[in-house]
């Protein structure tokens, strides 16, 4: 039984669709018009996307149904659907995205002859290691778009940027927006995922088993990889034989960054390399050998008070407590002889700051960064977080002159980006000075 209401809302729900495709038509039409006619069709064949299955099947290889915008919308209107209609394959615009891996595809070498043999037109592109990183298929309609996910030993998967020669790609681009083609040249991770089965216009595929999951990691999924050219290019130029003390020390602070990352992953908190650890990473692909501590920063919102309690419970000393949550919050953790600073970050208008404290004096301090975004990156075998704009995030911290060591630092008046900012009132100093050295 249905009430008036409900059909109501599915008559809504069909008209809105209709609307939608007819506008998705218009400017697929106006896509195809600009471009030369070629003998393709312009939109997407069910039967290319069988055939790419029935592939996978021969081989005993599982491509995966990739694109987080038709699996959102299938999620989201999981209910519609009519016999012999593609609704949600065939309304993309550019190339349907199928997921494999690079370990199956090098495995399974009878996947893309089978591919040939079923009539489809295969392009491979490749990493800069010279290993398989996107395959494009063109058989009877437009496109489809394999990306070849690469499992790293950090425990994520990654995607590399599409880089190369465009050679026969020619019949391929026209399909593709520029905005859709910007957005494959970018290199992004992913979380490692399960999969399950389901049927989307009449078709069985294999698709991530938790949709809004993997929407919402595709969404932060740029990747920055370290630039070893840069980081050999400084230890030519400044690398000294590192001291028995330096090795300790850089052994322990990778030990207190990696259960640092363990237990904010637990809790939820993303955070990213700030500071010293951010500046080692960006110039040097490590950690600065003669560094004090590790530095990490979060964003104000993203604050649950349980961090203090598991950091003590896993056995992270709390030494520092200064500011408050609603200003200039800080935290510095201790670990045998090592300090894990969690920096606080407030956005301002184009800009975003953590404050600090003097203990002595309750003077206030305030550094000051332009905006900025997170992207992933490995380091040290880590998958964290850094700001994507990491060169402008080092230079207001360190200035230009930031490729050359310094070893003698005061975060009070060395960073170019510091200002003064007040005093606690004295009243205040048992809430905002908590000192726990010793
Ligand atoms: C790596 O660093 C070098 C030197 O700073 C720079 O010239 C080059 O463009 C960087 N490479 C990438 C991919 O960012």
């Not at 294999?206 to 999924?221: G, L, M, N, Q, Y």
């Not at 230890?235 to 602070?253: I, Q, W």
């Not at 950091?311 to 201790?334: A, I, M």
Request: aromatic fraction near 12%; include cysteine; hydrophobic fraction near 40%.
């Amino acid at each position: 039984m249905y009430g008036m209401g409900t059909i109501r809302k599915n008559i809504f729900l069909v008209v809105g669709i209709l609307v939608v495709l007819v506008l998705l038509d218009q400017l697929y039409l106006h896509v195809w018009l600009s471009t030369p006619h070629t003998e393709f069709q312009r939109s997407l064949h069910v039967d290319d996307v069988r055939q790419l299955l029935r592939a996978g099947e021969d081989a005993a290889l599982t491509t995966i149904l990739f694109d987080p915008f038709i699996l959102h919308a299938w999620n989201s209107n999981q209910h519609v659907s009519a016999t012999g209609v593609c609704i949600f394959l065939c309304h993309v615009i550019g190339p349907l995205t199928f997921a494999v891996t690079h370990g199956q595809l090098r495995d399974k070498p009878t996947f893309l002859t089978r591919l040939a043999q079923l009539g489809f037109t295969v392009t491979l592109f490749e990493n800069p290691e010279g290993e398989h990183a996107h395959v494009f298929l063109v058989r009877k309609g437009s496109p489809l778009h394999l990306v070849v996910l690469h499992t790293k030993s950090a425990g994520y998967l990654r995607q590399y940027a599409l880089n190369g020669p465009p050679h026969n790609m020619a019949q391929v681009k026209q399909y593709i927006t520029k905005d859709t083609w910007e957005n494959m040249k970018v290199d992004r991770a992913y979380e490692r995922f399960s999969t399950k089965d389901a049927r989307i216009d009449e078709v069985d595929l294999t698709i991530p088993s938790d949709i809004e999951a993997f929407v919402r990691d595709h969404k932060t999924s740029h990747f920055i990889p370290c630039n070893e050219s840069r980081a050999t290019f400084y230890n030519l130029k400044h690398m000294k034989e590192e001291t028995p003390s330096e090795v300790r020390f850089k052994h322990k602070a990778w030990k207190l960054l990696a259960k640092a990352k363990t237990l904010m992953d637990q809790l939820k908190i993303p955070f990213w390399l700030s500071s010293g650890t951010c500046l080692g990473f960006y110039r040097q692909c490590d950690i600065i050998p003669w560094a004090m501590d590790v530095d990490i920063g979060v964003f104000i919102e993203d604050y649950n008070p349980r961090l203090v309690e598991e950091f003590q419970r896993r056995g992270l000393r709390l030494t520092h407590k200064f500011g408050k949550v609603s200003d200039s919050f800080e935290l510095s953790f201790k670990e045998e002889d090592i300090k894990l600073d969690i920096f606080f970050f407030y956005t301002e208008g184009a800009t975003m700051w953590n404050g600090g404290t003097q203990a002595k004096t309750g003077k206030k301090f305030k550094y000051v960064f332009p905006a900025f975004t997170l992207c992933w990156t490995e380091f040290l075998d880590l998958k964290v977080r850094i700001p994507c704009q990491t060169e402008e995030y080092i230079r207001a911290n360190y200035g230009p002159s930031w490729f050359t060591p310094i070893k003698h630092w005061d975060w009070k008046s060395s960073p170019p980006n510091v200002r003064e900012n007040g005093m606690w009132p004295e009243s205040m100093w048992s809430e905002v000075i908590v000192v726990n050295e010793g």
